[in-house]
């Protein structure tokens, strides 16, 4: 499946995405400091994010059922460079990740800075979000921490409102930051 908006196509995963998300979990990784950064183990072995990258590629290669709405898009340019990815999960009541939530968040990454601030996240986001809509989804939620502006600043763009903040609850670089939940409807 592909899906078109001004600059940006989303499409399915391909196999050659496997040589990116090396790239993006091995060498290219500056953008793990913002997406979740907490998260993020620097010491992990190259073998490792390797495998990681690999299992991540034939997870998401073939979607489980071509008529189910998607749950991750890959971002692509019009002249077909990838750049980053787009998906959905879901959140509980008390916004965090959840297996079985009922609260469904969208989050994104475009691993190179060369690609930042020039539309092409804005644009991703309206189209995986117009796809959504378009499937049934009335409500939309997407999580950032507070020391990520570019992120904050972009969903009040797009239209969303903050909805909880937990204060103090990310550490990052030794520094308390907020989690920062926003929220749109249809």
């Not at 993006?24 to 990258?53: G, I, M």
């Not at 979000?129 to 921490?145: A, P």
Request: net charge neutral; aromatic share 14%.
């Amino acid at each position: 499946m592909k899906l078109k908006y001004k600059n940006i196509i989303l499409r399915d995963m391909e196999e050659k995405d496997l040589d990116d998300y090396i790239r993006w979990n091995t060498t290219e990784t500056e953008w793990q400091n913002w997406d979740a950064p907490w998260e993020v183990d620097k010491c992990t072995p190259f073998t490792e994010q390797v495998a990681f990258a690999k299992r991540l590629v034939n997870n998401y290669l073939v979607p489980d059922n071509p008529d189910n709405v998607r749950k991750r898009f890959e971002i692509c340019t019009e002249d077909g460079t990838h750049i980053g990815w787009i998906n959905r999960y879901c959140i509980d009541e008390n916004y965090s990740w959840s297996r079985a939530g009922n609260n469904t968040a969208i989050g994104i990454d475009i691993p190179s800075p060369n690609f930042r601030g020039h539309g092409c996240g804005e644009n991703a986001i309206r189209c995986f979000m117009q796809y959504l809509f378009d499937n049934g989804f009335d409500t939309l939620y997407t999580q950032t921490w507070s020391g990520n502006d570019r992120m904050i600043h972009l969903a009040k763009k797009l239209g969303f409102r903050e909805y909880d903040r937990k204060i103090n609850t990310r550490l990052v670089n030794g520094k308390k930051y907020d989690a920062v939940t926003f929220k749109i409807e249809k």
